[in-house]
């Protein structure tokens, strides 16, 4: 598979589109194309900026900052047999409203590099991260780490997103937010898969990209009488402005990573929204 393309913010350079090894992908329509707008009073001034119009009259300046997620497109499925299935959407936030919602969360996240425990070595995490949740979600814990839940509240634009998301996956609910950001090539995330207790049998998990382009591997887990084979792993690109989604037993039977692209020189940042049972 072709290395990701680079994107820097505000240099907007050609992104790949997804690759799939997978043949049961088919598109079909999962979201109205409709404008996503004006949600909620918390999310819809959190940035005014100011615009100096053509005549440079400061009194007529036009106020703008509401953030909108735009036009959605619709999802490709692929199913990945006995009841797991993904969802690719490559543009469910527009371009430039998603550099936005980069630059916000770029600036404003309180992000960390926590030392966690693999293995029973201890080591730094290979990437950024924040959680936010609601109050009275259970803790989230994992490699030995349990991250501070922050409010939606402190991050309003969030707040914004969570609803598209809501919005725009058909039964989707969700109470948790594990945000991660790969500021190059070097960061990187395992093989794993999100299956802690406090998410259910079938938690579906929802994986908006901004930024950088980045590979996305989903590999079989490997059972006793089955060794994997080419059609046990799925590759995507996920794109900046692109929501992936996993539901059914994918945690329970498949792992993915975001593996290591050593000649990438930009930030990727990640959400992935998720329901705490
Ligand atoms: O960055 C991604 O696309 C995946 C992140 C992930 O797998 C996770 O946070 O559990
Ligand atoms: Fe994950």
């Not at 598979?1 to 690759?19: F, G, I, Y």
């Not at 001034?45 to 009259?57: H, I, P, V």
């Not at 600036?107 to 990437?127: A, E």
């Amino acid at each position: 598979m072709a290395d990701a393309v680079c994107e820097n913010p505000r240099k907007r350079n050609r992104m790949l589109e997804q690759t799939s090894k997978s043949t049961s992908t088919s598109d079909l329509m999962l979201t109205s194309n409709s404008k996503f707008g004006g949600i909620g009073n918390a999310s819809d001034n959190w940035m005014k900026l100011k615009l100096k119009n053509s005549l440079g009259n400061e009194e007529e300046d036009e106020e703008y900052g509401k953030m909108e997620t735009g036009r959605r497109s619709s999802g490709r499925i692929t199913e990945l047999g006995n009841g797991s299935e993904v969802i690719y959407y490559p543009t469910f936030i527009t371009y430039d409203e998603g550099w936005r919602f980069f630059d916000y969360l770029n600036s404003h996240i309180p992000w960390t590099r926590p030392t966690l425990r693999v293995f029973g070595r201890h080591c730094v995490q290979p990437r950024d991260s924040c959680y936010v949740a609601d109050e009275g979600a259970a803790e989230l814990g994992y490699s030995g780490h349990k991250p501070h839940a922050y409010s939606w509240h402190q991050f309003p634009p969030l707040i914004t997103l969570l609803k598209a998301v809501e919005e725009g996956v058909p039964g989707s609910r969700f109470n948790s937010l594990l945000l991660n950001r790969y500021k190059g090539g070097n960061d990187y995330v395992g093989w794993h898969s999100d299956d802690e207790s406090i998410y259910g049998p079938t938690p579906l998990i929802a994986s908006l990209s901004f930024g950088c382009d980045r590979p996305f591997y989903l590999k079989k887990k490997k059972t006793k009488n089955k060794k994997c084979s080419e059609c046990d792993q799925h590759s995507f690109t996920l794109k900046h402005g692109s929501l992936f989604v996993m539901r059914g037993y994918t945690q329970r039977d498949w792992i993915h990573s975001v593996p290591k692209r050593s000649k990438l020189d930009a930030v990727r940042i990640n959400l992935t929204f998720r329901l705490v049972l």
